[in-house]
T-cell receptor, first 110, second 113 residues
Framework: KQEVTQIPAALSVPEGENLVLNCSFT??????LQWFRQDPGKGLTSLLL?????REQTSGRLNASLDKSSGRSTLYIAASQPGDSATYLC?????????FGQGTTLQVKP | DADVTQTPRNRITKTGKRIMLECSQT?????MYWYRQDPGLGLRLIYY???????NKGEISDGYSVSRQAQAKFSLSLESAIPNQTALYFC????????????FGPGTRLTVL
């Protein structure tokens, strides 16, 4: 059974820091991996999607990497801002279904 | 206008009542999904549908049923609501081809008293 783990569960950093969020999964037979952002009480916004054949994707200050063989993905946020404060979720896709990690709650202090 | 909409956005009901949550999409996607989110447990899949004639159980389908009325509409029903079904419910869609990226609705907050 696929399991997805995100470490740390919570993270607090000062504004301007570069940071890395981690996601690990137990079964490497994935179709793709998605990173989402969720603001309190709100829906999920898709940030980046990495297909299984890809190693990384970039969007603005965000960079996501994927290492299927080791079952790991990282989300790198450059020059963090208070507006980046949210919960970040990773999810792996297999047979069309997403399996989610529990998320990392990020607080960026001004 | 939002591509994936959910109604209602908030609902408070009593134990034993029948509740229907509705999802509509304008993305033209064939695949639709229902998830629930509980604090500390992440999102878990309840039911999913890969086309109008296809319905599949997810990880936690007990106590729920669904109806795919059209390509654009997918409803989730709680036949007899119980307090541990209090959660945030999300609908999602995907195209089932190429990237198969999932797009989520804004969520329905359901409270069962």
């Amino acid at each position: 059974k696929q399991e997805v783990t995100q470490i740390p569960a919570a993270l607090s950093v000062p504004e301007g820091e570069n940071l890395v969020l981690n996601c690990s999964f137990t079964d490497s037979a994935i179709y793709n991996l998605q990173w989402f952002r969720q603001d309190p009480g709100k829906g999920l916004t898709s940030l980046l999607l990495i297909q299984s054949s890809q190693r990384e994707q970039t969007s603005g200050r965000l960079n996501a990497s994927l290492d299927k063989s080791s079952g790991r993905s990282t989300l790198y946020i450059a020059a963090s801002q208070p507006g980046d404060s949210a919960t970040y979720l990773c999810a792996v896709s297999h047979t069309g279904k997403l399996i989610f990690g529990q998320g990392t709650t990020l607080q960026v202090k001004p | 206008d939002a591509d994936v909409t959910q109604t209602p956005r908030n609902r408070i009901t009593k134990t034993g009542k029948r509740i229907m949550l509705e999802c509509s999409q304008t993305k033209g996607h064939d695949r639709m999904y229902w998830y629930r989110q509980d604090p500390g447990l992440g999102l878990r899949l309840i039911y999913y549908s890969f086309d109008v004639k296809d319905i599949n159980k997810g990880e936690i389908s007990d106590g729920y049923s669904v109806s795919r009325q059209a390509q654009a509409k997918f409803s989730l029903s709680l036949e007899s609501a119980i307090p541990n079904q209090t959660a945030l419910y999300f609908c999602a869609t995907s195209d089932g081809i190429s990237r198969d990226e999932q797009f989520f609705g804004p969520g329905t907050r359901l409270t069962v008293l």
